[in-house]
């Protein structure tokens, strides 16, 4: 099993920046391709991110597409997710997700497809 830790989260202002990390132990991250999450208030569970195992493949949902970063360095068992230009709606608790799969290139965009899951970091964007 991986257990996964969230950190960096917090109160800011529209336009301002945030980078989240998530730290994984039990297992090396090598072997799962990762992704962010977030759920706002009332609302469903949304992919934000995806990374394949290496780290060579990237996707990113159309909200977040152009502001937000998603990276991984497998060394220290992190990934980190660069938010930029931050708005009132990205208010929501974070998730970061591992994805065991054989397959270096995926990039898994289903919650379904996610194995393991951290217990969140609140961002709040304030207008």
């Known amino acids: 099993q991986v257990q996964l830790v969230e950190s960096g989260g917090g109160l800011v202002q529209a336009g301002a920046s945030l980078s989240l990390s998530c730290v994984a132990s039990?297992?090396?991250?090598?072997?799962?391709?990762m992704g962010w999450f977030r759920r706002a208030p009332g609302k469903e569970r949304e992919w934000l991110a995806g990374?394949?195992?290496?780290?060579?493949?990237?996707d990113y949902s159309d909200s977040v597409k152009g502001r937000f970063t998603m990276s991984r360095d497998n060394a220290k068992n992190t990934v980190y997710l660069q938010m930029n230009s931050l708005k009132p709606e990205d208010t929501a608790v974070y998730y970061c997700?591992?994805?065991?799969?054989?397959?270096?290139?995926?990039?898994?965009?289903?919650?379904?497809?996610?194995?393991?899951w951290g217990q969140g970091t609140q961002v709040t964007v304030s207008s």
């Open positions: 997700a591992a994805d065991l799969t054989l397959w270096s290139s995926r990039v898994s965009v289903s919650s379904n497809e996610y194995d393991y």
């Open positions: 039990g297992r090396s991250i090598s072997m799962y391709g």
């Open positions: 990374i394949s195992r290496l780290g060579d493949n990237t």
